[in-house]
């Protein structure tokens, strides 16, 4: 029997009418409202609803919890009418109505099942967490119900979401509000900001929370790591339980975090974020937060993904201070200063905007749609970072360059873990190593086996399952390896070994094995990136490495290697085919072009030898003028006065003249430069001495414009006494220089294109010094050449100086 004294209440008349008169709704019930565990059990009671609800969440945490509160209103036990499904873990009957899943879940429910029969409903709760999944999710289940099932109602629910643009999405959804039940919480700001998370800052922060109120404390942190690290600094404190909060706990620990706290004492929970929206923590009345997240982000401009520690937006600290006021007033302590809470960016971004598309393109492939088009998107995976997952996909041999999965493809998507780790297994099993691949398999998507990794080393933590220490992390990476291993059918070994895990982590991740670089500690992975471990790890001294995860540091240095193992060439040979290829390039050290038949393993380079191939070599120069300038081109200045008059006809008759300014010659250089390379037989830097560029430029102008440049723009004028001057187009406008006495007989100032531009004239002194500039000789004629004759002619008697300069003989023959 459900309650009804509840927010939620009052919009449940409204979400019926909704979803008998349509297909789909958006509900945006505020936190605290009710909508988890009272929406899916009214859900059922619809005549409509003759299949199951599935209630999707974006953790297993939260679906774990939603399901238990629905199962415990109902008055039953998870598994009867409400059951629950995670990779993993599931726990449903034959009369389940109601299943909580992931996220990840309905993707693989949608791939078995397209039409999701037996399904009435799919409930996409907590959806402005904005997972990769859920985007998929959604945008599965539109295709399934505009394609397939027309009966399937989709419910979007949230506390905070744009829901005009969901309902646009939904083909013009019904809206629905509900309030929420919360109670102000005031701020206090305990900055500024540190630009690293400080443990003991935290730790003293809980202690003025735990001294200023007298309920629960939540405190919010990046990691594991440092919830640890924050527990370790806490120590004792009379009266308070300490228990920290995190996706890889196990079960039992999460409940006790989320449950009230044992014999009466006070509870300080140590959370991740998983605990900003989706859970109910029973007590909490102060809120403690770090302002900082970590998450797994590409890194498109690197082409590689890692974790990377970041501040919150502001959306996620409100989600965050609002924990505090779920009960009664409360208060939220803020570890930055209050001017800095505006630099924080205002929302997160969706997932599917920073996230490792190779999962998402390997379920988009087995849909049907390869690059995501025909798709109905609320945020599109970016193209780039789409194609970037293709392109490893086929390097891995799960997809054919068409988008088709092939048959070794369709054994890495029945496999419960990342394509990466699922090539891995496969190919392991091939060389009997398919068990210790499981184990590995296990341990990375698991993150956390307890331990502070404090080295690099893979092996390291190979040995602490060894050891047989009964830790929960430990524990569940046993469970999901053996797991692993029954669904690949191999048998697990008498003993673990570390002795074949750097070829395994290479099948896995072939773009991230790495080769030392001078200094210790120093390596270039195959992607080209830069990465480093501490030079005393142990690992610091290896030849090569491979690599399964890195930590992208937001300066653009070098990655920090978290997690890699060592690796033997003959172990590299197995795992990865190196590529020959001819590699010509521009050499910024001697700004000269080098060409090289190069073996290599993407930028990391085996063996090199120097290569004769003229073309490459031409490209290679190209590049080297793309990269120094054009100032590189020794006779550029060949072509400086013709692209001038260009540049002028372009600038006063039409942009059908080309531009050839310096940005437009650098952004064409393949189309002029390089044909010009080839007639000149030019390969080296020196040979561009011998290009004839005056000859390439004007190859850009159509030969019906050069008709007309010496028309339109000449490059000398003549003067009345019949002498050619050179015109200058360098600067804003065209113009020539002459003595006063060349200029005698021209009544009017010649004009350019076509007559639209009088030339400038720059009129100078017998001696060849500067009189007056003018665009109008006639005026200067009838003004101010009096007073220019009457000042020069007594300097300079031996020259003319009519008093009509304009007379067809005016400057001929000797002064008299």
């Keep these: 029997m459900r309650t009804t004294d509840l927010p939620i209440e009052s919009a449940l008349g409204p979400l019926i009418a909704a979803l008998i008169q349509g297909t789909a709704a958006v509900l945006v019930a505020q936190p605290g409202a009710g909508k988890t ?24 945490v939260a679906a774990r919890a939603a399901a238990s509160r629905l199962a415990a209103l109902l008055g039953e036990r998870v598994g009867d009418t409400v059951g629950w499904r995670m990779r993993g ?42 997972s990769l999944d859920i985007d998929l999710g959604l945008a599965l289940c539109i295709d399934a119900q505009q394609g397939l099932r ?21 083909s013009d959804a019904s809206v629905i509000e509900a309030a929420g039940r919360t109670f102000p919480v005031t701020t206090r700001w305990l900055g500024p900001a540190t630009p690293k998370l400080q443990p003991r800052a935290i730790a003293e922060a809980i202690r003025l929370a735990l001294a200023e109120s007298d309920g629960d404390v939540l405190a919010f942190l990046p990691g594991a790591r440092e919830i640890r690290a924050v527990e370790r600094d806490l120590g004792s404190v009379a009266g308070v339980v300490v228990l920290p909060l995190h996706g890889a706990l196990p079960s039992s620990a999460q409940d006790r975090a989320l449950g009230p706290a044992p014999d009466g004492r006070r509870k300080v929970v140590l959370s991740t974020n998983i605990a900003e929206t989706s859970l109910t923590i029973e007590g909490v009345t102060a809120v403690v937060d770090s302002g900082w997240a970590r998450r ?11 974790l990377v520690t970041m501040r919150i937006s502001r959306a996620s600290a409100d989600q965050r201070r609002g924990r505090a006021g779920r009960v009664r007033p409360g208060l939220g302590y803020r570890l930055w200063a209050e001017h800095e809470h505006a630099l924080l960016d205002e929302h997160d971004p969706p997932e599917i905007t920073q996230a490792d598309l190779v999962p998402l393109a390997l379920d988009l492939a087995r849909w049907g749609a390869p690059d995501g088009s025909g798709l109905r998107w609320l945020t599109a995976p970016p193209p780039r970072a789409l194609v970037a997952a293709r392109g490893l996909l086929e390097t891995l041999g799960v997809l054919e360059p068409s988008g088709q999965v092939t048959t070794h493809g369709r054994s890495v998507a029945a496999l419960p873990t990342h394509p990466r780790l699922a090539h891995a297994m496969l190919r ?12 590995v398999a296990a341990l990375l998507g698991d993150r956390d086996i307890g331990d502070d990794r404090r080295d690099a080393d893979l092996a390291s933590r190979i040995d602490a399952l060894r050891t047989g220490t009964r830790t929960p992390g430990v524990d569940r990476v046993r469970r999901d390896a053996e797991r692993l291993r029954r669904r690949l059918g191999v048998a697990e070994t008498s003993a673990f070994t570390v ?10 991740y072939p773009d991230r094995v790495a080769r030392r670089r001078e200094q210790a500690g120093r390596y270039l992975l195959a992607n080209g990136v830069g990465a480093a471990v501490a030079e005393h790890d142990n690992l610091s001294t290896s030849e090569w490495l491979a690599v399964a995860e890195v930590e992208l540091l937001g300066d653009g240095g070098d990655a920090r290697i978290l997690l890699a193992a060592p690796i033997t060439r003959e172990e590299l040979d197995l795992a990865i085919e ?14 000269d072009v080098r060409v090289q038949r190069e073996r290599r393993i993407g930028a990391i380079v085996l063996k090199a030898s120097p290569f004769d191939d003229p073309d490459a070599a031409r490209h290679a120069l190209v590049d080297g003028v793309r990269i120094e300038g054009l100032a590189l081109l020794p006779r550029l200045d060949d072509a400086s006065t013709f692209r001038g008059r260009v540049a002028f006809c372009r600038g006063h008759i039409g942009e059908e003249w ?52 010496d028309q339109l723009a000449p490059t000398h004028v003549t003067t009345a006494k019949g002498t050619r001057k050179p015109v200058d187009y360098s600067g804003d406008d065209p113009s020539i220089s002459l003595r006063i006495q060349d200029a005698f007989g021209w009544y009017e100032t010649p004009k350019l294109a076509g007559g639209r531009v009088p030339l400038v004239v720059a009129l100078l002194s017998p001696a060849n010094r500067p009189v007056q500039v003018t665009r109008d000789l006639a005026g200067f004629w009838r003004g101010s050449y009096k007073e220019v004759r009457a000042e020069l002619r007594g300097r300079y008697p031996k020259h003319a100086w009519p008093e009509d300069p304009t007379a067809d003989q005016a400057g001929r023959g000797p002064r008299r």
Aim: proline share 4%; charged share 25%.
């Design 428 to 439: 392991a099993r091939e060389h009997g190593h398919g068990a210790l691949a499981c184990t």
């Design 578 to 591: 190196p590529t020959t290829a001819t590699v010509a390039q521009w050499d910024r050290r001697t700004r």
């Design 150 to 170: 027309d009966d399937l109602r989709l419910l979007v629910m949230s506390a905070t979401i744009d829901a005009g643009a969901v309902a646009e999405l939904l």
């Design 296 to 306: 797994s982000v590409a890194d498109s401009a690197r082409a590689m993904s890692g």
């Design 89 to 130: 873990d599931t726990k449903v009957g034959r009369a389940t109505r109601i299943e909580v899943v992931t996220d990840g879940v309905l993707t693989r429910m949608l791939q078995t099942d397209p039409s999701l029969d037996g399904v009435s409903c799919v409930v996409l709760d907590e959806f402005h967490e904005r």
């Design 499 to 508: 002795d074949h895990l750097g070829v395994i982590l290479a099948f896995a």
């Design 37 to 60: 565990t009272i929406v899916p059990l009214v859900l059922i009671e619809q005549p409509w609803c003759t299949g199951k609800v599935i209630v999707v969440e974006p953790r297993r």
């Design 658 to 709: 080309p531009d050839l300014s310096d940005d437009a010659l650098l952004e064409h250089l393949d189309e002029w430069l390089h044909p010009a390379l080839v007639s000149a037989g030019a390969r080296r830097r020196a040979d561009l001495a011998r290009v004839d560029l005056l000859h390439a430029i004007r190859a850009m102008v159509p030969w019906s414009l050069l008709t007309l440049l």
